[in-house]
T-cell receptor, first 112, second 112 residues
């Protein structure tokens, strides 16, 4: 157990809908990262937060947004969902930027 | 469990042999590198890391080698065991620690 908690574990929703994925980082970790993992791609970096502040953006679509709250948990919002958004979404946390990141078990999103 | 990257390069080794998994990275400014192991249905799990001021680091049964001249990273696993079967990813981290860029992954299959 990495100490990073993601909910829900599985999510099935229809195209056009909006979902929110939640991540609780390890206790004491200030940095949170979101990744998307599809079958035909590796781990794609989406976005990173540090102590509530957005620090870096990767290949994140405009339909997606995220935030990190004062209690350091983070949410990834995915809207106007398309079939191609079906993937595993991972959250990782680290105590600081540039430190090893620990991953949650992921949320498996299926868009039908 | 979840299959990751159905078309990943695969390395097959006999149980008890040593394994070497290679990774090329792209950014010469990256100064921190991590190897992760991902088992089916689970999130990536930290194995070992190395900073750019080192060229070798050893852990328990694992060794990471870094060649900055050719931007190459390798993971050596000694006395490979069935439990080592997984997909292995290298990740490079930029010098701000804001972006973990993952390689495409290699599937390690341990033969009895």
């Amino acid at each position: 157990d990495s100490g990073v908690t993601q909910t829900p574990k599985h999510l099935i929703t229809a195209t056009g809908q909006r979902v929110t994925l939640r991540c609780s980082p390890r206790s004491g970790d200030l940095s949170v990262y979101w990744y998307q993992q599809s079958l035909d791609q590796g781990l794609q970096f989406l976005i990173q937060y540090y102590n509530g502040e957005e620090r870096a953006k990767g290949n994140i679509l405009e339909r997606f947004s995220a935030q990190q709250f004062p209690d350091l948990h983070s949410e990834l919002n995915l809207s106007s969902l398309e079939l191609g958004d079906s993937a595993l979404y991972f959250c990782a946390s680290s105590v600081d930027e540039g430190a090893e990141a620990f991953f949650g078990q992921g949320t498996r999103l299926t868009v039908v | 469990g979840e299959s990751v990257g159905l078309h990943l390069p695969t390395l097959s080794v006999q149980e008890g042999d040593n394994s070497i998994i290679n990774c090329a990275y792209s950014n010469s400014a990256s100064d921190y590198f991590i190897w992760y192991k991902q088992e089916s249905g689970k999130g990536p799990q930290f194995i070992i890391d190395i900073r750019s001021n080192m060229d070798k680091r050893q852990g328990q049964r694992v060794t990471v080698l870094l060649n900055k001249t050719v931007k190459h990273l390798s993971l050596q696993i000694a006395a490979t065991q069935p439990g080592d079967s997984a997909v292995y990813f290298c990740a490079e981290v930029d010098n701000y620690g804001q972006n973990f860029v993952f390689g495409p992954g290699t599937r390690l299959s341990v033969l009895p």
